[in-house]
Each structure stands twice: as C-alpha cells, then as structure tokens.
C-alpha cells in the first residue's frame, strides 16, 4: 500500500519498505464517519468516536497487507441528541444488542501509483456482507514524537438496508426522508508496533 513518498522516507530504508510492518490505529488522529441524504435535499453527516483498529501492511507486496477494524455503534454523533438516540436505537443500529460493527480485509489491490481498492465483510448488527473501500496512501514517516505513522483515507458506498437499517418514512410530497446510499469516509493515521516503531 504502499508507494512510500521521497519526502518522508528515513535514511537507510528503501523507497517501498518503510510503511511494512504492524500498525494499530490512533483514534486521536483517525476519523470513521459518513454522510446520508436527508428529505431529498441536503446531506446529513455524522461520525463513530470510538474505535480500533489494526493494519498489517507489506510494502512489496500489497496484496499480503490486511486490515481488522471494529467501531463502537453507541459512539455515533451527527451533532443531534435526539438524532443519535434514534440512530444507535432498535430502529438503526441497535447499540444496546449489537455493541460493535466489524470490518475484515480479505483482499487489497493496487489500482494506481497511490491508490488501492479494498475488499473484506462489514458486520452491522447480525448481517455481514462484502464491501469495497476505495483507498489513497497518504505517506509514512516520523512524527514529532518519535513515532512511525502510516495514513490512508478511505470512501466506500453501501446501501443500508441491505444490512437491515431500512428504516424510513415517506414524504408528503413523494419520496423518502432518507436516501438507501450511505457514504463512509475514513481517515486514518496509524502508529507502527513493535520492532523499528521509530
């Protein structure tokens, strides 16, 4: 995944080398959220606070990397009480029954210099079914702190009903007040463990 970029490549370690190894996601630095349309006119957006994540990356040979993600349901906030209640209640999500939603890679695919297309099940609730997150590399280098981070940014599209969140109402005027698409947006900044973490 893995084109490391020549601005932040460390001395004595190869151009595609650098970003290999085990890396655990900084929630601090990292956002998982998304973006539905809402009574045919406007997008709502909204993120999950609580999250972890580890990446198994392979710099030579991106296809070897991998990725295992879970996200705290009853962590979402789209900026509205009521609104979240609603979300992470039996209608949606169903944190109180179906506390964390889980994402497995099974598959990574270089689909140009910097870009990767991957492929793995996303749990919600009790429904897992494949999905497709299409990735940029952002770069790896060392932090302020000594450390070695690695980032990506991520979208990927699904119908939410196909994972049982088909809830809705129909508008006066013909439609529905929430579109079936959802978009997730990622944005992730990882820290290596272990062995040549800095």
């Known amino acids: 995944m893995l084109r490391n970029r020549a601005e932040t490549t460390a001395p004595g370690i190869g151009p595609r080398e650098e970003p290999t190894g085990a890396y655990v996601i900084d929630p601090d630095h990292s956002a998982i959220g998304f973006s539905v ?9 909204g993120r999950f606070r609580a999250f972890e994540g580890f990446l198994r990356l392979d710099g030579l040979r991106p296809g070897r990397s991998e990725a295992h ?5 009853g962590s979402l906030d789209t900026g509205a009480r009521a609104r979240d209640s609603h979300i992470t209640g039996p209608d949606f999500l169903d944190a109180a029954t179906f506390p964390l939603m889980v994402f ?7 689909v140009g210099e910097d870009t990767f297309r991957m492929t793995g099940s996303l749990r919600i609730k009790d429904v897992e079914l494949p999905l497709r997150i299409d990735l940029d590399y952002g770069g790896c280098g060392i ?5 070695r981070r690695v980032g990506f940014e ?27 698409t959802v978009r997730l947006e990622l944005s992730v900044s990882a820290l ?7």
């Open 143 to 147: 932090d302020a702190h000594g450390q």
């Open 37 to 45: 349309r809402h009574a045919m006119v406007t997008n709502v957006r």
């Open 154 to 180: 991520g979208a990927a599209t699904l119908r939410r009903s196909d994972w049982g969140l088909g809830w809705n109402v129909p508008l006066t005027a013909g439609g529905l007040l929430l579109s079936d």
């Open 192 to 198: 290596r463990l272990g062995r040549g973490a800095a």
């Open 104 to 110: 497995r890679s099974t598959a990574v695919v270089p």
């Open 69 to 73: 993600v879970s996200v705290q349901t």
